[in-house]
C-alpha cells in the first residue's frame, strides 16, 4: 500500500550563483535609476524606417470618441 505522506517530501532549494556581469548591470541600472528618477528601456523599433529615415512617433489614437455619433 502507498504511503502517500513519506511521498511527498519538500525539494531542497539549491541557491543558484550570480551571473557574470548582473552586478554590473544592476549597479548602471540603479545609477540610471538615481539619476532619471525612472528608467526606460529603448524601443526595439526605434525611429528609424528601413531606407534609414526618420520615422515620425506612432500617432495615440483616442480612447473614446470626441464627438457624439448622432451630432457630427
Known sequence: MLDFPSLALGSPVTPL?????????????????????????PSPRGNAGAGGELQPPPRLLPLFPVQSPGRQ
Open 17 to 41: 550563483p550570480p551571473l557574470p556581469g548582473s552586478d554590473e548591470a544592476a549597479a548602471a541600472e540603479d545609477r540610471a535609476i538615481a539619476e532619471k528618477g525612472f528608467y526606460l528601456h
